[in-house]
């Protein structure tokens, strides 16, 4: 096979989030989300100072924190060589296809964009709109926020990158007894129709307890239970949110994406360090590729249901470079207290978004 029909072969296959690519005269196997961070005095990809609209919480830069070191470091994927595939597109690559805003506004022209999901979500909702409006600084944009939806709008193109907020997926809705979790009840979904691109993420808030859970009981069918296995309640949610996909969404009008599972650091022992609790004075990434404790359950969870699930969508599987990234977080430099589960920006977010756009050339 000749490498203009390889490259479009490794092309076609993004679909899938995996690519085929011609390394060293052999075939071997692409996968953006196996692979480890190196040092690249190019990034960040924008200045915090080019994106006025980052709020606070991941703004770390503005809010004090004087390292800068983290944000000088370039996912670099396993076994991956796309520049020969590129090149024959007239691109030209270090190791994945840098992200252009430009390309990425005319091939969005007139479309829409929707985040579904917790402040994870929104951390990838601002990384996306902050990379395209640093690209295009002069493009006119609008942010307008109404109830749980916030819309950025780039005028010029006609553009909506939405963000909506909805940190189970599923409902919580007020009666009687007080705030049900429902299992079994997507009515927000509603919200989710007509657009082009659907990227939902949930995992944050399912192991809340105390007063900063926002439900009082579980429901499932006619069964309410003041409480239930954590993982047991997750993994019934995403069959009610992949049911939704399989019976409203159509793969030729929409792309759908689900974010994965975006991790914490606070407890310095999952990465050999028994000593610290939280993320604070962590300034550089774990070397290498894997991560001494090992990926968290719910990753498997997700996985086994969107292996059931009869319409395609694409997992942006970030476990993995984002538990690398211990030194990634606000810590004490966002807006609630000590914050190892965000992320700031400029920061691993905006790698999570160069994915994206490489899974959807």
Not at 17 to 32: L, R, T
């Amino acid at each position: 096979m000749g490498s203009w029909a390889k490259c479009n072969l490794s092309l076609s296959l993004l679909l899938i989030g995996v690519i085929v690519i011609q390394s060293n005269g052999d075939d071997s196997a692409c996968d953006f989300f196996e692979g480890s961070w190196v040092r690249d005095d190019s990034y960040p990809l924008y200045n915090y100072s080019s994106c006025p609209f980052i709020e606070r919480e991941f703004n770390c830069q503005k809010n004090g924190r004087r390292d800068q070191l983290y944000l000088h470091y370039r996912w670099q994927p396993l076994h991956c060589d796309l520049a020969s595939c590129m090149e024959l597109y007239g691109k030209i690559t270090r190791s994945i296809p840098e992200f252009s805003g430009e390309d990425f506004l005319q091939k969005f022209r007139g479309k829409s964009i929707m985040l579904v999901g917790d402040s994870l979500s929104l951390n990838q909702w601002q990384s996306l709109t902050c990379l395209l409006h640093s690209a295009m600084p002069t493009v006119r944009f609008n942010l307008t926020r109404q109830d749980l939806v916030s819309t950025f709008t780039f005028t010029d193109y006609g553009l909506k990158v939405m963000m909506v907020r909805s940190v189970f997926l599923v409902d919580v809705v007020g009666e009687k007894i007080g705030r049900v979790l429902k299992l079994d009840s997507i009515e927000g979904g509603k919200l989710w129709n007509g657009m082009d691109m659907l990227i939902f993420n949930t995992w944050h808030w399912w192991n809340r307890r105390g007063p900063s859970q926002p439900w009082d009981y579980i429901q499932e069918g006619e069964t309410i239970r003041k409480d239930m296995n954590r993982i047991v309640a997750f993994e019934k949610a995403l069959e009610t949110w992949g049911n939704w996909v399989d019976s409203n969404v159509d793969p030729l009008k929409t792309k759908v994406f689900f974010q994965g599972i975006s991790p914490s650091h606070y407890n310095g022992s999952d990465w050999n360090e028994p000593d610290v609790s939280n993320c604070m004075e962590e300034t550089e990434p774990l070397l290498g590729s894997a991560y001494p404790a090992g990926l968290p359950q719910a990753v498997g969870v997700l996985k086994r249901v969107l292996s059931k699930m009869t319409k395609p969508v694409t997992l942006l599987d970030v476990t993995l470079l984002s538990l690398l990234r211990k030194d990634g977080h606000p810590s004490i430099y966002g807006q609630f207290g000590m914050d190892c589960s965000h992320w700031c920006l400029a920061g691993i977010p905006d790698t999570w978004n160069q994915i994206l756009y490489n899974l959807i050339l």
